[in-house]
């Protein structure tokens, strides 16, 4: 059964420091999200992707945030210069227009 | 502003009870309608979908949708401990991607 799946499954980093996490949607999908959600709280919409452009992106998205997707099957979130408050779980989702939106595992991200 | 609007919780019931959840959203063009269920540390489920107004009925979980007020609706029959979790609604508004609602958190007491 296809899935998302997501790399890596946890990543520790010194604040600062940028980190990439990665995410192969589903193969025949052709919008992409990513979502955060801090330990205890909801999960966040952060920014979505179609047609290689971002369709929507909260205002959490900020400057220190990019998403990419370099080739035909990794889609990337990028963090330039990572802050405590930077750390959360990460959730890739994908979907086809009108479809259920499929999410891989998530990263976990702890920033220290 | 494509919105959709959820009750936080947390809302309680007790075991064997059942469980109603509830979502509007703000296009009344929507077409597709979702339910995800997330336990804590875990990425969300679908647990169910649906495209026409009336109910639709998987298990021990029901989906209500009213386009006409906007409304859709999880219920879950016989709620267990092991329901207790934050659920998703996710709404297609035309032709952009899911927009997610901020989800309730259900707890079901033993």
């Known amino acids: 059964e296809p899935e998302v799946t997501q790399t890596p499954s946890h990543q520790v980093t010194q604040m600062g420091q940028e980190v990439i996490l990665r995410c192969v949607p589903i193969s025949n999908h052709l919008y992409f999200y990513w979502y955060r959600q801090i330990l205890g709280q909801k999960v966040e919409f952060l920014v979505s992707f179609y047609n290689n452009e971002i369709s929507e992106k909260s205002e959490i998205f900020d400057d220190q945030f990019s998403v990419e997707r370099p080739d035909g099957s990794n889609f990337t979130l990028k963090i330039r210069s990572t802050k405590l408050e930077d750390s959360a779980m990460y959730f890739c989702?994908?979907?086809?227009?009108?479809?259920?939106?499929?999410f891989g595992q998530g990263t976990r991200l702890t920033v220290v | 502003q494509k919105e959709v609007e959820q009750n936080s919780g947390p809302l309680s019931v007790p075991e064997g009870a059942i469980a109603s959840l509830n979502c509007t959203y703000s296009?009344?063009?929507?077409?597709?309608f979702f339910w995800y269920r997330q336990y804590s540390g875990k990425s969300p489920e679908l647990i169910m979908s649906i495209y026409s107004n009336g109910d639709k009925e998987d298990g021990r979980f029901t989906a209500q949708l009213n386009k006409a007020s906007q409304y859709v609706s999880l219920l879950i029959r016989d709620s267990q401990p092991s329901d207790s979790a934050t659920y998703l609604c996710a709404v297609n508004m035309g032709n952009t991607p899911l927009v997610f609602g901020k989800g309730t958190r259900l707890s079901v007491i033993a």
């Open positions: 989702a994908s979907n086809r227009l009108g479809t259920e939106a499929f």
């Open positions: 296009d009344r063009g929507s077409q597709s």
